[in-house]
């Protein structure tokens, strides 16, 4: 008699099954054994001996989301659970974004790279560290720090960048790599060399670079300059890129917004370079992939979101291979006060946010002179930025009522100027600049407040959406925990999609929404995820579409523990994501984690498949 099968160790029963290809959805049962699907049947699969049966019914069951964009590198240290973004059906995280990893450097010069640009406060940057470094894991090269993070009870999935800056501050120490007059010396510019090729020996997809001007440094020494990976120059960008060429690996950026001569640079770089390529001089080298910030319909620039399908389609038709990284939800950021990293990209806002001690910083908001800087950048409409700088378009959120005009919530900094303007003996309204600077004079990050920057007009956002040249990502999760929150973004793509299907107006399938959110990612950066076929990962997520209603739009906030209990702003989703599984564990369902969750590894580091 033949042995009777082994059961499975969990089943999925009749869920609209999506595979992550792009392929027809169908109801089918799903049986994962060993951390693997195993069977995929239309018809009821045998649960005999089964110890988890997922009732699917009504519900989609799809491939856990990829995101590839985000800055956990410090959290997952602490908090390897990495709930929130698991609790949203991502089961696959990129480390490593925009030239800021935490492989070699010190940290105390982590904490200079991340306090700053990415809001993570610098104290618990530099403890995190050393609490790593210094325990009895720690790790003295790429190959240990992937050994280090497999030793945690990893929630997710991992896969990572090294990135460009921590790279030339650990070579070259971070007071040199952020000179203007100092380049790498022959023996530095190997060394990166080494220890990029080293990261890609270790299984990372690529390395990440950033040119963008208004990321600025934290501490003391360095404070207020730009990244080190803005201070390269085009001979250490061609060499470290051509590691990457060599490897079929990815470089993944962002250029100088206000340079073409950037812009240019790190878009034409995925060209292929020889004989008939641009530029190209010997041998033929090959492309590189190569995916930059960002595909956005920016309200400073609302003609560029034109532009974004063009340079991408060009590149690739002429060999390259790039991509665009889109989010697909409105960019709204909040700030308390005047923290917020929009300030960096103008003269007068970096001024202010350069001085950390609170009184000295007051004491400038309040001089006519900085005023009148910060009234010429507020006004100057010209040139590419970020924000479109309109102090109308900024909703107050929280503030203590004003003793002549009540409560202020509601208003916009122009409101305020206007209303207050009317109590003064000309009656003339105050300049917005002004109205802004006396409130976070008198109340400090006590004001907190509201605006959307970008990804505001739904028919320009489908566009993006569907288009071969963007990649769905850009959620920054794991920084700005006071700024923004966007761990749903795959969801709120779902839901859009959904609706317009429900509406008799689809612009895209959900297969291919599914697609573009889990398998398209996965393939383009070789990684082990993002499908859900037999022999596939069982990382999967169970939907109910029901629940992708309007209360996903709801303010939330949850306190960071490793971080002292700093609250930050999170989304939530309960309702829709009925369960997730990493590894064929459950790790999460309707709002409550999985007993193996931050006790067990059920996440791996996915190392880049050659």
Not at 452 to 475: C, E, W
Not at 506 to 519: N, Q
């Amino acid at each position: 008699m033949p042995d009777a099968p082994a059961p499975f160790d969990v089943v999925v029963r009749r869920g609209r099954w999506f595979d992550g290809t792009g392929a027809p959805s169908e109801v089918r049962d799903l049986g994962i054994r060993e951390g693997r699907v195993v069977a995929i049947s239309a018809d009821e699969l045998d649960a005999t001996g089964c110890p988890t049966v997922i009732d699917a019914a009504g519900q989609w069951v799809l491939p856990g989301m990829v995101d590839i964009h985000t800055h956990y590198d410090v959290e997952v240290l602490r908090e390897p659970a990495l709930v929130e973004s698991l609790r949203h059906g991502v089961t696959t995280i990129l480390l490593g974004s925009c030239s800021l990893s935490t492989l070699h450097v010190d940290p105390t010069t982590a904490g200079d790279l991340f306090g700053r640009v990415e809001a993570i406060p610098r104290q618990h940057v530099i403890a995190a560290l050393e609490e790593a470094q210094q325990g009895a894991g720690g790790w003295r090269d790429a190959k240990e720090y992937v050994d280090f993070l497999e030793s945690l009870p990893l929630g997710p999935n991992l896969a990572a960048f090294v990135g460009h800056s921590d790279l030339r501050a650990a070579v070259m120490g971070l007071d040199r790599a952020t000179r203007e007059d100092v380049r790498p010396t022959a023996g530095e510019l190997a060394r990166m060399e080494e220890l990029l090729e080293d990261a890609l020996d270790a299984g990372f997809v690529g390395m990440s670079a950033q040119q963008l001007l208004f990321d600025k440094l934290d501490g003391e020494v360095c404070r207020s300059r730009t990244l080190p990976s803005t201070y390269a120059r085009t001979k250490e960008r061609r060499r470290l890129n051509q590691v990457l060429r060599a490897r079929r690996r990815v470089l993944q950026g962002g250029p100088d917004i206000t340079s073409v001569r950037s812009i240019a640079a790190m878009t034409l770089s995925s060209l292929p370079v020889g004989p008939g390529a641009p530029g190209g001089r010997g041998l033929r080298r090959p492309q590189l992939k190569t995916t930059l910030l960002s595909a956005a319909d920016i309200k400073a620039n609302p003609l560029l979101v034109h532009i974004m399908n063009p340079i991408a389609a060009t590149l690739n038709r002429l060999g390259g291979d790039f991509r665009w990284q889109h989010l697909p939800v409105p960019f709204e950021v909040y700030a308390d006060g005047i923290d917020l990293v929009i300030f960096e990209e103008f003269g007068s806002g970096a001024a202010a946010l350069h001085l950390a001690d609170q009184v000295e910083r007051n004491a400038l908001l309040q001089d006519e002179d900085y005023r009148r800087r910060f009234r010429k950048d507020y006004d100057e409409r010209f040139g590419m930025r970020v924000w479109h700088r309109d102090f109308f378009d900024a909703e107050i959120v929280e503030c203590p009522d004003d003793s002549r005009l009540g409560s202020l919530v509601g208003l916009t900094f122009g409101q305020v100027g206007i209303e207050r303007g009317r109590l003064t003996a000309s009656g003339e309204p105050l300049h917005p600049v002004d109205a802004f600077l006396d409130l976070v004079v008198e109340h400090g990050t006590k004001l907190r407040w509201r605006t959307t920057i970008s990804n505001h007009r739904p028919r320009y956002a489908d566009k993006l959406a569907v288009s071969p040249g963007v990649q769905m990502g850009f959620s920054d999760a794991g920084a700005h925990l006071r700024n923004m929150a966007f761990y749903d973004f795959g969801l709120k793509l779902l839901r859009r999609v959904h609706r317009a299907e429900q509406a008799g107006r689809p612009f895209m399938s959900l297969e291919h929404a599914v697609h573009r959110l889990t398998g398209e990612l996965a393939e383009w950066y070789s990684l082990d995820a993002g499908h859900l076929r037999v022999g596939d990962r069982a990382d999967l997520v169970v939907l109910d579409p029901a629940g992708l209603d309007d209360s996903m739009d709801d303010y939330a906030e949850a306190p960071v523990a490793s971080y002292d209990g700093l609250p930050r702003m999170v989304n939530r989703s309960d309702r829709a994501v009925k369960a997730v599984l990493v590894n064929g564990t459950r790790v999460f369902g309707s709002g409550r984690a999985g007993d193996a969750l931050g006790t067990e590894r059920t996440g791996s580091f996915l190392r880049a498949r050659t």
